[in-house]
C-alpha cells in the first residue's frame, strides 16, 4: 500500500498505464505525448457550451437564493442541482484544458483530482435527483413534512448528498484504483479499476432505476386522488422533476453504455472506447439543459431570471437598477393566483405568478 501511494507523484505511471490500457505502441505513445499543445476545435466548442452551463446554473442559484419565494425545500433541492451542474460544468473545462499531451504532464495525484471532480458532480446530480424524488413523495403523500422544526431534514439531506458523492468520487484516490494492477485498468480511465467503474455505473443505475419506481408511484397516487389534483401546480412541478429526469437519464445513457462496455471489452475490440470524451460531452450537456427546463416549465422562475439580467444590465433597456432589483411577491410556490390581473412592482411582472 505504501509503495502505490509512493506512485502518486510518479510521472512516469501515467505513461505506463496510457501505455497498456490503450494498447499503444511506444511511437503512438510518443506522439501523443508530443503533439500539439492547442486545443481542437470540438474542444473549443465543449468549453464555450460549458461556460454556458455555468452561466445558466449560476442564474438558477442567484433566482433561488434572491427569492424568497423559491426558499421551499423543492426548490432548495433544485438549486442543489443546479450546484452540481455548475461544478460538472467548471470539472469539464478543467478536464479539456488539462487533457491531450497535458495528461502526460500530471502526476498521478493531479489525474486523480481531475477525473475524481467529474466523478463527484455526477454523484451529485444523481443524489440531487434522488432527494428531489424523495421530497415529492413525500409532499403528495403528506402535509406539511418540511415544517419549521423540521427545516434541519432538509439540510442533512443535501449534506448527506455531498458528502456521499465526495467520498464515491474521492475512492480511486484513497486507494481503489490499479497502479498495481495494470490488466484491470479501465481503457477510457487509465488509472481506474474496471471494479470501480462497474460499481460506481451499477450504483446510479440502480439509483435512477429506484428514482424511476418512486415517480410511477407518485403518479399513480396522484391519478388515484381528486382529478383537479392533475391540474394543481403540486402535480405540473411533479412533471418538471419528471422531465428532468427523463432528460438526465436520455444524456447519460450512452456514457453509461460506454463504460459498461469499456468493464468487459478491450480497447482493440472496441474502438469505440476511442470516442469516449464525445459521449461525455453529450453526457454534460444535461447541465445545460437543466435551466432551460425551468425557464420554460416555470412561469416564476422565468420571470426572477429577466430579473436578474436586468440587473446585470443585460435587459435593463433603460430601467432604473433599483426596478429591476425589486424581487417577486413572497408567497408559497405551491398556491394558486387568485388574481390574474394583480399589479405588480416591475414591467417584467405583468401576468398571474404561477408556480410551474
Keep these: 500500500m505504501r509503495s502505490m501511494y509512493h506512485q502518486y507523484y510518479n510521472r512516469s505511471v501515467i505513461e505506463a498505464h496510457y501505455l497498456f490500457a490503450k494498447e499503444l505502441t511506444p511511437d503512438q505513445l510518443e506522439e501523443r505525448m508530443r503533439a500539439g499543445a492547442g486545443l481542437s476545435s470540438l474542444s473549443v466548442v465543449f468549453i464555450i457550451i460549458c461556460s454556458v452551463i455555468i452561466l445558466e446554473n449560476l442564474l438558477v442559484l442567484l433566482a433561488v437564493f434572491r427569492n424568497k419565494k423559491f426558499h421551499s425545500a423543492m426548490f432548495l433541492f433544485i438549486g442543489n442541482l443546479a450546484f452540481s451542474d455548475l461544478l460538472a460544468g467548471s470539472a469539464y473545462i478543467a478536464n479539456i484544458?488539462?487533457?491531450?499531451?497535458?495528461?502526460?504532464?500530471?502526476?498521478?495525484?493531479?489525474?486523480?483530482?481531475?477525473?475524481?471532480?467529474?466523478?463527484?458532480?455526477?454523484?451529485?446530480?444523481?443524489?440531487?435527483?434522488?432527494?428531489?424524488?424523495?421530497?415529492?413523495?413525500?409532499?403528495?403523500?403528506?402535509?406539511?413534512?418540511?415544517?419549521?422544526?423540521?427545516?434541519?431534514?432538509?439540510?442533512?439531506?443535501?449534506?448527506?448528498?455531498?458528502?456521499?458523492?465526495?467520498?464515491?468520487?474521492?475512492?480511486?484516490?484513497?486507494?481503489?484504483?490499479?497502479?498495481?494492477?495494470?490488466?484491470?485498468?479501465?481503457?477510457?480511465?487509465?488509472?481506474?479499476?474496471?471494479?470501480?467503474?462497474?460499481?460506481?455505473?451499477?450504483?446510479?443505475?440502480?439509483?435512477?432505476?429506484?428514482?424511476?419506481?418512486?415517480?410511477?408511484?407518485?403518479?399513480?397516487?396522484?391519478?388515484?386522488?381528486?382529478?383537479?389534483?392533475?391540474?394543481?401546480?403540486?402535480?405540473?412541478?411533479?412533471?418538471?422533476?419528471?422531465?428532468?429526469?427523463?432528460?438526465?437519464?436520455?444524456?447519460?445513457?450512452?456514457?453509461?453504455?460506454?463504460?459498461?462496455?469499456?468493464?468487459?471489452?478491450?480497447?482493440?475490440?472496441?474502438?469505440?472506447?476511442?470516442?469516449?470524451n464525445i459521449f461525455f460531452g453529450l453526457a454534460t450537456m444535461n447541465s445545460a439543459l437543466n435551466p432551460l427546463i425551468y425557464t420554460l416549465r416555470s412561469r416564476d422562475m422565468r420571470r426572477e431570471f429577466l430579473r436578474v439580467l436586468c440587473c446585470w444590465g443585460v435587459l435593463r433597456g433603460g430601467r432604473p437598477a433599483d426596478r429591476c432589483a425589486v424581487p417577486l411577491k413572497s408567497s408559497s410556490s405551491q398556491e394558486h393566483c387568485t388574481d390574474k390581473h394583480e399589479h405588480q412592482a416591475t414591467p417584467i411582472m405583468q401576468e398571474c405568478t404561477t408556480c410551474v
Excluded at 406539511?144 to 475512492?171: D, E, H, P, Q
Aim: proline content about 4%; some cysteine; hydrophobic content about 50%.
Design 97 to 276: 484544458c488539462l487533457s491531450g499531451p497535458r495528461t502526460f504532464q500530471l502526476v498521478p495525484v493531479q489525474w486523480f483530482i481531475r477525473e475524481g471532480t467529474a466523478f463527484i458532480a455526477l454523484a451529485a446530480s444523481v443524489f440531487s435527483l434522488l432527494a428531489i424524488a424523495i421530497e415529492r413523495y413525500i409532499a403528495i403523500t403528506k402535509v406539511k413534512v418540511y415544517g419549521s422544526n423540521k427545516t434541519c431534514r432538509m439540510f442533512l439531506l443535501i449534506g448527506a448528498c455531498w458528502v456521499t458523492s465526495v467520498l464515491m468520487g474521492g475512492l480511486p484516490i484513497m486507494g481503489w484504483n490499479c497502479l498495481n494492477n495494470l490488466p484491470e485498468c479501465s481503457a477510457v480511465l487509465p488509472l481506474y479499476s474496471k471494479y470501480y467503474i462497474l460499481f460506481v455505473v451499477t450504483i446510479f443505475s440502480v439509483i435512477l432505476l429506484s428514482i424511476v419506481v418512486l415517480y410511477v408511484r407518485i403518479y399513480l397516487i396522484v391519478r388515484s386522488s381528486h382529478q383537479e389534483a392533475t391540474n394543481s401546480p403540486a402535480y405540473a412541478l411533479l412533471k418538471t422533476v419528471t422531465i428532468v429526469l427523463g432528460v438526465f437519464i436520455a444524456c447519460w445513457l450512452p456514457a453509461f453504455t460506454v463504460l459498461l462496455l469499456d468493464t468487459s471489452c478491450r480497447m482493440t475490440s472496441c474502438p469505440v472506447l476511442n470516442r469516449a
